[in-house]
C-alpha cells in the first residue's frame, strides 16, 4: 500500500492534486469518494511558468515547473506525487519542495502496479491529440479502458505525453503511441521494458521534454531505430522543432501518401 | 512558375517560365505585396501560395544536386542553421538548430559591415572561440578587443567557432555539402576541419523545384 489511505468523508467534493500516475489503489480511492482529481503535470491556469522560478530552478523539466505553478494557486485539499520508478527522480525532489511550502498535505507514493489494462487508445486511429487527451484524462479514472477497433500503424510517437500538444498536430491519426505514454495506458508506469518497446517497422519520433531523465531513453533508443527523429521541447514547442517533426514525416514518406507497416 | 526561398536577410527567387537564373533580393528591398506560387523560409507562409518545410526543400534540393547515395548537407543561413543526413539514398537524420545556432550568418555578415572585413583577406586563425550562437559570441569578440586583439584576429576567431558549432551540430562528416549565404565566405568554408563542397545559395530553390514531382519513400 501506497500513502495515505483517505475516506470518502475526506475526498468528498474535495478537489485533489496528482502527480504523474498514482498507484491504482490512490485512483481508486479517489474515485469512490468522488473527488475531483486535478492533474497537475497539464497547464490548468493562465499563468507565467516564470513564477516557479521562486522554487524551481528555470532550467528545469517544464511539466515539474507546471506542478509547482499549479500546486501553489490551485485550492487543493491535497497532492499524491508520484515519485520513482513510474516517475522520475526529480518528482520526488519536487514533493519534497511541495511538503515545505504548503500547507495541504503532500503525499509521496511510488506506483509498481502491474496489473496491465491494455492501450487501445494508442493503437486506434484517433487524431494523436485526442488519443494523448484521452490517455492523459484516463489516470483519473481506475475503470479499464472500453474497446477501441486498432489501425495498422504508419508513423509512431514514442515519450511522455508533451507540455505542449501542438507537436502532435502534424502527425497522421494512423500513428501509433509508444514510450511512457503507453505505460500510462496500461496503468503500469514503472514498467520500463514497456517502455522501451518501439516499432522498428515504422518511422517514429522519440520526445522526451527538455531536462527530464527520459531525454537519455529517447536518444539511446532513437539511435538504434531505423527511422528515427529524437525531438525535446521545453515549456512549448518552437516553430523549429514542429517544422523538424513535419520535415521527418514528410521525408519518411508518412505524409503525402505514407503507407502502413507492421 | 514563381519559386522563393524567403531567408531573413535575403530572399532568392526563380521564375521557372524564364530561362534566367535565380534572383538575389536583400529581404527588407522585397515590395511589400510581394507573392510567390511556392514558397519556403520564415516569411514564406505569408508571402506564397502555397509552402514548403525548409528542411524538406533542402532534402529534396540536396538529393537534385549531389548525385551520391551517403551525404551530408549543411544549410547555414541568417538566422539559423539546419542539416540533413541521406544513407543509401534514404533521408537518416536531421537537424534544425534556430534556438542555439542564432543569427549566426547574420552576425558574421555584420562583423563584416561594422569591423570594415574582407573575409577574402582573413587568415584562418589556428584557435577559435567557443560559440554557441550569434548573439552570445558577440561578447567573446569585444572581450578579446578588449584583452589586446585586434579586430580582424577576433572577428576570424568568432568565424571559426561558428564554423566549428556548425560541424559538429551536423554530425562531425569527413566531407560536408554546404548550402546558403556562407559558401561564398572563404574564411567560413576554411575553418571546417573537413572536406567542404560548396553548394552555393539556391540549393532550397531547387528542392521547390523538386517539390511537386519527387517522392522521399
Not at chain 2, 533542402?58 to 547555414?76: H, K, M, N, Q, W
Request: with cysteine; aromatic share 8%.
Amino acid at each position: 500500500m501506497n500513502g495515505i489511505p483517505m475516506n470518502s468523508s475526506q475526498a468528498m467534493h474535495n478537489k485533489i492534486g496528482i502527480v504523474g500516475v498514482p498507484p491504482l489503489e490512490i485512483i481508486r480511492q479517489l474515485n469512490e469518494a468522488q473527488a475531483i482529481i486535478v492533474d497537475l503535470d497539464e497547464p490548468q491556469l493562465f499563468l507565467p511558468i516564470d513564477q516557479s522560478d521562486q522554487y524551481l530552478p528555470r532550467v528545469y523539466c517544464a511539466i515539474l515547473r507546471t506542478v509547482l505553478l499549479n500546486a501553489l494557486n490551485l485550492r487543493l485539499e491535497r497532492i499524491y506525487v508520484d515519485v520513482g520508478p513510474g516517475k522520475c527522480d526529480c518528482a520526488l525532489h519536487v514533493a519534497a519542495v511541495l511538503k515545505d511550502i504548503l500547507s495541504i498535505p503532500v503525499v509521496a507514493t511510488r506506483n509498481t502496479d502491474t496489473q496491465s489494462f491494455g492501450f487501445p487508445v494508442c493503437q486506434s486511429s484517433l487524431p494523436l491529440i485526442e488519443k494523448m487527451r484521452r490517455i492523459t484524462k484516463g489516470v483519473q479514472s481506475c475503470q479499464p479502458w472500453p474497446q477501441l477497433p486498432s489501425c495498422p500503424p504508419t508513423a509512431g510517437f514514442w515519450g511522455v505525453p508533451p507540455r505542449d500538444f501542438s507537436i502532435l498536430a502534424p502527425f497522421p491519426d494512423s500513428t501509433h503511441i509508444y514510450g511512457w505514454t503507453r505505460c500510462m495506458e496500461n496503468k503500469t508506469p514503472a514498467d520500463l521494458e514497456l517502455e522501451s518497446y518501439c516499432n522498428p517497422a515504422v518511422p517514429t519520433v522519440f520526445f522526451a521534454q527538455s531536462f527530464c531523465a527520459k531525454t537519455a531513453l529517447a536518444k539511446h533508443l532513437a539511435a538504434r531505430h531505423p527511422k528515427a527523429l529524437w525531438v525535446d521541447c521545453d515549456v512549448s514547442a518552437g516553430s523549429s522543432a514542429r517544422a523538424k517533426i513535419e520535415a521527418f514525416l514528410e521525408l519518411s514518406g508518412v505524409l503525402g501518401g505514407g503507407r502502413a507497416a507492421g | 512558375m514563381l519559386l522563393a526561398d524567403f531567408g531573413t536577410s535575403y530572399c532568392k527567387l526563380l521564375d521557372t517560365a524564364q530561362n534566367a537564373g535565380p534572383q538575389i533580393i536583400p529581404a527588407r528591398e522585397l515590395p511589400r505585396d510581394f507573392q510567390a506560387d511556392i514558397g519556403t523560409g520564415h516569411n514564406a507562409k505569408r508571402r506564397s501560395t502555397s509552402t514548403v518545410n525548409e528542411l524538406t526543400a533542402l532534402a529534396r534540393g540536396g538529393r537534385r544536386l549531389i548525385s551520391e547515395p551517403d551525404f551530408t548537407l549543411l544549410d547555414c543561413g541568417s538566422r539559423d542553421i539546419k542539416f540533413v543526413r541521406f544513407k543509401n539514398g534514404e533521408m537518416a537524420d536531421m537537424g534544425w538548430n534556430a534556438e542555439c545556432g542564432a543569427s549566426m550568418g547574420f552576425t558574421i555578415e555584420l562583423l563584416a559591415q561594422y569591423y570594415r572585413l574582407d573575409y577574402a583577406a582573413v587568415p584562418v586563425p589556428e584557435s577559435g572561440f567557443s560559440v554557441t550562437c550569434g548573439v552570445l559570441g558577440l561578447s567573446s569578440i569585444f572581450d578579446a578587443v578588449a584583452a589586446g586583439s585586434s579586430e580582424l584576429e577576433a572577428a576570424a576567431k568568432f568565424v571559426r567557432g561558428i564554423a566549428r558549432n556548425a560541424f559538429r551540430f551536423a554530425g562531425s562528416p569527413e566531407r560536408l555539402h554546404l548550402s546558403g549565404g556562407l559558401c561564398d565566405n572563404p574564411l567560413f568554408t576554411a575553418c571546417f576541419p573537413c572536406e567542404i563542397v560548396p553548394l552555393g545559395r539556391f540549393v532550397l530553390l531547387e528542392g521547390l523545384r523538386a517539390s511537386p514531382q519527387e517522392s522521399f519513400r
